[in-house]
């Protein structure tokens, strides 16, 4: 009985440092997704107006998700993953002229491994 009371000791323990840690951390993870999720927003409608004119788009971009946006539903996700790829190669200074999402991360880049991870998921559905 002893061992159980130490165990649930620890784990209460353990339970309040973690939410310490929540309260202090969860703000900034919360601003970081609004900044990303408002990176997107402006790329995907600079994508948008680029693609209305028939302006080029970068080769890395046409070698992952083609020229241009095909018709329906499919279109609004070629939008969304080229607005992706795009934030994604704008947060970590992705440069390569041909791979659009350049080399992979290593996976203890536990945030950006998720996103490349995400991306490359998103580029496999839209080849279906």
């Known amino acids: 009985m002893e061992l159980t009371r ?8 353990r339970i309040a440092a973690d939410d310490e840690l929540h309260a ?15 990176l997107r927003q402006l790329i995907r409608q600079r994508v948008a107006a680029a693609v209305g004119e ?8 046409n070698r992952a998700v083609g020229y241009s946006p095909p018709s329906g539903q499919k279109g609004a996700a070629w939008m969304d993953t080229a607005a992706s790829i795009a934030a994604y190669r704008v947060t970590y200074d ?10 992979p ?3 203890d880049q536990r945030g950006q491994h998720a ?14």
């Open 94 to 103: 992705v440069t390569d002229p041909v791979d659009a999402l350049g080399a």
């Open 54 to 61: 028939s302006a080029l788009l970068p080769r890395w971009l």
């Open 105 to 107: 991360p290593r996976t």
């Open 115 to 128: 996103w490349y991870e995400d991306l490359r998921e998103q580029l496999r559905a839209l080849a279906l």
């Open 24 to 38: 202090v951390h969860d703000p900034a993870i919360s601003s970081g997704d609004e900044a990303r999720a408002r």
């Open 6 to 13: 130490q165990e649930a000791e620890s784990a209460s323990g």
